[in-house]
């Protein structure tokens, strides 16, 4: 684990030590059986909600913790120190809640936020879709209002949560004509018996095989008008640009500490293991491919640490959090790449922890946004 941190206190330590001991003892011994069915135990999220590490952020009025985004960063860093990334706990409560908590109506957030926080309903959101990914203006999904419900006509794929989720924010159509301006975010209430909702298959995925990566079907599925994010429709477009900054600086948390995890893994490994006749970590290569790496970790713990610091105090630009998502997991997959060739044919077994490291950084250039359209945020601010 890194040097505490400038934006953490003694609360959010002892929230870290909270989460480190729950995904030590309660989630990593049970990695390999969520892999081989393809999500995680549904009761998992019940027994975080217990100790109190969902929705930490969530005012304590709505049934969260009534902390701030330092009390989610530190979950999130000791989920993957732990190296368990199947629960879906970031996505959950650092990235879908937050809707939920700044622009829903207070009939809303008194209704989901509290199961939220609790683990009785799990949280999902659905942007992309099979021929849409990061243009979401141009997403195809439809809400048609019909008296008090909307009715939702559509698909969505690569949905974290999606297998085990019991709400759903879909980000759909409600004037196709207008755009940008035409997109709204509905919460939708499903369970496998809802009509119009299926679930489809979960999708197999290079890493992150434990996590729950599913489609979504929507075929008339009813929704109460009053599950509409904001006060009116045509703000989900704005709304999804005010929270992807967050959103990207979740991604950055993620990347870091699986930076700090490889490069300790790496030494660990290189001076157990002998070659030619001294510890691997001996040979003047390892070394300088080690410095390089732990390098590239502490520059990344400490434009992390600053932007962390930042967003505190509300100060942390949209160009800024694209700059940290790009960067911070491009060079992740730099430094797990070298990392794993220290290990040699051992780095290419999925029994070795650097082999998930590998795999799992390579979608976080993907996700919430891909790194190129990263730099193109960030060209148009300069």
Known sequence: MAVRAAWSDDEVEAVRDLAKNFFEKDVVPHAERFVEQGHPDRKLYNRAGELGLLCTAVPEEFGGGGGTFAHEAAIIEEQMYAGEGALGMAVHSSIIAPYIQHFGSDELKKRILPKAASGEIVLSIGMTEPSTGSDLQNIKTRAVREGDEYVITGSKIFITNGWLCDAIIIACKTDPTKGAAGVSLILAEVDDDTPGFKRGRI????????????????????????????????????????????????TAVMAVPMMERAVALTVEYTKGRDAFGKPLFALQNTKFELAECATLAKVGRTFLDDCITKHLAGELDGATASMAKYWLTDQLSVVADRCLQLFGGYGYMTEYPISEIYAWARVLRILAGSNEIMKDLVARSL
Not at 212 to 227: C, I, K, S
Not at 232 to 244: K, T, W
Request: charged share 20%.
């Open 203 to 250: 999708l197999s995925k290079i890493g992150g095989k434990g996590q729950d990566t599913a489609e979504l079907f929507f075929d008339g599925l009813r929704v109460p008008v009053g599950n509409l994010i904001g006060e009116v429709e045509g703000q989900g477009f704005y709304q999804l640009m005010q929270m992807l900054a967050q959103e990207r600086l979740v």
